[in-house]
């Protein structure tokens, strides 16, 4: 009869710990749901690819390095090859230029969380990619203040936005 309490405690114990792991994530993953619904200025329900999310959170604010591929500095083709590997699991062309290449345009209105959006930066062709989000916003490594959220309505990108789309 003990060993059978003594198991039972056991496994009880066992249970929690894991119970314990679901409300630890289920925890971070409301946070995420908060924070970027807010920010994006859309319904929580709306906010459904945590590991997007929880990427671009875990990136957000790092500075802009030319070249760059990690935390310690990126650039906006580097971020975008970057979340696209983690969350998609999808490997993209490295340049900005050979990744416009590989873009099936879609009209503006018509963007979809996960698609390319590309601007023309100081008259470079191509010269600026970042990932469209919701609502008009995109996540992008800035060269002045590193990974954020913009909005395409923002005069400046409004100006300088060339094309958006998706692989093909």
């Known amino acids: 009869m003990k060993k059978y309490v003594f198991l039972i405690i056991i496994l009880s114990s066992l249970s929690a710990c894991r119970g314990g792991k679901a409300t630890m994530a289920s925890k971070k993953d409301n946070y995420i749901v908060n924070k970027y619904a807010e920010i994006l200025q859309s319904q929580k329900t709306e906010i459904k690819n945590i590991k997007l999310y929880s990427f671009i959170d875990e990136w957000y604010g790092t500075k802009y390095k030319y070249g760059g591929l990690l935390k ?97």
């Not at 975008?80 to 590989?102: A, G, H, P």
């Not at 873009?103 to 062709?125: A, C, H, P, Q, Y």
Request: glycine share 8%; charged share 25%; hydrophobic share 30%.
């Open 72 to 168: 310690s500095g990126v650039d906006c083709s580097g971020f975008c090859n970057v979340l696209y590997n983690e969350v998609y699991n999808t490997q993209i062309q490295r340049t900005t230029s050979e990744l416009f290449k590989k873009i099936n345009k879609t009209n503006k209105k018509n963007l979809r969380e996960g698609d390319f959006v590309f601007f023309d930066i100081s008259s470079k062709k191509n010269s600026h990619v970042g990932i469209y989000l919701k609502n008009n916003r995109f996540v992008h490594a800035s060269s002045s203040r590193g990974v954020v959220i913009s909005s395409l309505e923002n005069p400046y990108y409004k100006k300088a936005y060339t094309k958006g789309g998706r692989l093909r």
